[in-house]
């Protein structure tokens, strides 16, 4: 049985970042990373990918979206579409709440994990941590209807406030 450092020698990562953070601990990583197992492609958001870019990237096993996409974009449902391309079947995208976001439903005011759960075939799972809402997503087999938002509101604050509003 092949220990865990062995498993994870043969993991191959891709990272899509608009811009490199500077001096994180992730510079610290590619000095030392293997360059034909982690692989960092910045320049542009998920949202400006193309198909064919998409399909040079691979599919990936697990997906996190930590303070990034999801938590900042104008167009949830183009970021959530772009990481089904990259998404294997049998994958997972953890997500971590998006604080600033609200979405009107027929008046009714949903919070980020409210607006996740309306997304049919997903199944979400919340996870507990302290006092922060994280989710492992899962793709159920069944057809993925996401739930159409218009943009009402966005203030430039890091991570962005936003509000949407669902289109019936």
Same mark, same amino acid.
């Given at each position: 049985?092949?220990?865990?450092?062995?498993?994870?020698?043969?993991?191959?990562?891709?990272?899509?970042?608009?811009?490199?953070?500077?001096?994180?601990?992730?510079?610290?990583?590619?000095?030392?990373?293997?360059?034909?197992?982690?692989?960092?492609?910045?320049?542009?958001?998920?949202?400006?990918?193309?198909?064919?870019?998409?399909?040079?990237?691979?599919?990936?096993?697990?997906?996190?979206?930590?303070?990034?996409?999801?938590?900042?974009?104008?167009?949830?449902?183009?970021?959530?579409?772009?990481?089904?391309?990259?998404?294997?079947?049998?994958?997972?995208?953890?997500?971590?709440?998006?604080?600033?976001?609200?979405?009107?439903? +027929?008046?009714? *005011?949903?919070? !980020? &994990?409210?607006?996740?759960?309306?997304? @049919?075939? %997903?199944? #979400?799972?919340?996870?507990?941590?302290?006092?922060?809402?994280?989710?492992?997503?899962?793709?159920?087999?069944?057809?993925?209807?996401?739930? +159409?938002?218009? *943009?009402?509101? !966005? &203030?430039?604050?890091?991570?962005?406030? @936003?509000? %949407?509003? #669902?289109?019936?």
């Amino acid at each position: 049985m092949r220990s865990i450092y062995e498993k994870a020698s043969q993991i191959k990562t891709t990272a899509l970042v608009k811009s490199r953070p500077s001096s994180s601990s992730l510079d610290i990583f590619l000095q030392e990373a293997d360059p034909q197992r982690f692989r960092y492609l910045e320049g542009k958001y998920i949202e400006e990918y193309t198909d064919a870019e998409l399909s040079n990237i691979g599919k990936a096993s697990v997906i996190t979206d930590f303070m990034g996409p999801l938590a900042c974009s104008r167009d949830l449902n183009m970021v959530l579409a772009q990481y089904l391309k990259l998404l294997k079947k049998d994958g997972k995208i953890f997500i971590f709440d998006a604080e600033e976001f609200k979405a009107y439903d +027929r008046g009714q *005011l949903l919070n !980020f &994990e409210q607006w996740l759960r309306l997304i @049919r075939g %997903f199944k #979400i799972t919340k996870l507990e941590a302290e006092e922060e809402n994280r989710f492992v997503v899962r793709l159920t087999g069944q057809p993925i209807v996401l739930p +159409r938002l218009e *943009l009402i509101q !966005f &203030e430039d604050y890091h991570p962005p406030r @936003r509000v %949407f509003e #669902i289109i019936p």
